[in-house]
């Protein structure tokens, strides 16, 4: 995750110049979406913490803001993002028998990517909506998905639109292999969250996101915030950083 992108945040609360709290709900998610999408490698050490990071700041959202409000101010992420998001970390395990590279890869990235910025000639005279893992990464953590049907529904486009294109292409034999390598792999996840979705647990976790419990935030008393500054003015810093 980039701290140039934290950095730009901070200076943009400190300077007012975010007028909306979805704007800064957004501009949060973001940082953790973008450290998915750049350490997409299975077993990356920063997935598992951008994953438990963008799960606190949900938290704290709802407990600062969101529950103070009596309208929705910022759209939820999907009830089950985490389920989705372990989805792709087991793609991302997913090796070609051929070569030991991740069957994946072609997958991550909108076909552009790999063109130069372009598309290939008559691309989209066969896929009429691009979409690659990941767009659905963004997707996901910025709260665009509502529903698993939808999350569902892009996972297999990716699959397909592979398959539409380069279907019957002698160079395209490779991608096709592996777009059905990966389409059979994908299924049998897709299969379980989407029956977690239609059972009475999904149900109860979906109400549970959508209309979480009330925490009432306990005011400190005025001698326990006194002790606390008179601690910090006591303390023996070793740096002049430290003492600002």
């Given at each position: 995750?980039?701290?140039t992108?934290?950095?730009?945040?901070?200076?943009?609360?400190?300077?007012?110049?975010?007028?909306?709290v979805?704007?800064?709900?957004?501009?949060?998610?973001?940082?953790?979406g973008?450290?998915?999408?750049f350490n997409?490698?299975?077993?990356?050490?920063?997935?598992?913490?951008?994953?438990?990071?963008?799960n606190?700041?949900?938290?704290?959202?709802?407990?600062?803001?969101?529950?103070?409000s009596?309208?929705?101010?910022?759209?939820?992420?999907?009830y089950?993002?985490?389920?989705?998001?372990?989805?792709?970390?087991?793609?991302?395990?997913?090796?070609?028998?051929?070569?030991?590279y991740?069957t994946?890869?072609?997958?991550?990235?909108?076909?552009?990517?790999f063109?130069?910025?372009g598309?290939?000639p008559?691309?989209?005279?066969?896929v009429?909506?691009?979409?690659d893992?990941?767009?659905i990464?963004?997707?996901?953590?910025?709260?665009?998905?509502?529903?698993?049907?939808?999350?569902v529904?892009?996972?297999?486009?990716?699959?397909?639109?592979?398959?539409?294109?380069?279907?019957?292409?002698?160079?395209?034999?490779?991608?096709?292999?592996?777009?059905m390598?990966?389409?059979?792999?994908?299924?049998?996840?897709?299969?379980?969250?989407?029956?977690?979705d239609?059972?009475?647990?999904?149900?109860?976790?979906?109400?549970?996101?959508?209309n979480?419990?009330?925490?009432?935030?306990?005011?400190?008393?005025?001698?326990?915030?006194?002790?606390?500054?008179?601690?910090?003015r006591?303390?023996?810093?070793?740096?002049?950083?430290?003492k600002?």
């Amino acid at each position: 995750m980039s701290l140039t992108f934290v950095y730009h945040q901070m200076i943009r609360l400190d300077k007012n110049t975010l007028t909306q709290v979805s704007e800064f709900a957004s501009d949060l998610r973001q940082i953790f979406g973008n450290c998915l999408l750049f350490n997409a490698l299975a077993g990356d050490s920063f997935r598992p913490v951008a994953q438990s990071m963008a799960n606190a700041s949900e938290e704290l959202m709802h407990l600062l803001i969101q529950q103070h409000s009596a309208t929705s101010i910022y759209p939820k992420l999907l009830y089950c993002w985490k389920m989705c998001l372990q989805i792709i970390d087991k793609a991302l395990e997913l090796k070609n028998p051929d070569d030991g590279y991740p069957t994946i890869h072609y997958f991550l990235h909108p076909v552009s990517f790999f063109f130069g910025g372009g598309f290939p000639p008559e691309y989209f005279e066969k896929v009429k909506t691009p979409m690659d893992f990941g767009t659905i990464t963004s997707k996901l953590m910025n709260g665009t998905y509502q529903r698993v049907d939808t999350f569902v529904s892009d996972c297999r486009l990716v699959t397909a639109n592979c398959k539409a294109f380069y279907m019957g292409k002698p160079e395209g034999a490779v991608f096709v292999d592996q777009a059905m390598r990966l389409e059979e792999f994908l299924s049998q996840h897709i299969e379980v969250i989407e029956r977690y979705d239609s059972s009475q647990q999904g149900s109860a976790a979906k109400l549970f996101v959508l209309n979480p419990p009330v925490a009432d935030l306990i005011k400190p008393r005025k001698d326990f915030m006194t002790s606390l500054i008179a601690y910090l003015r006591d303390l023996t810093y070793t740096d002049s950083t430290t003492k600002v």
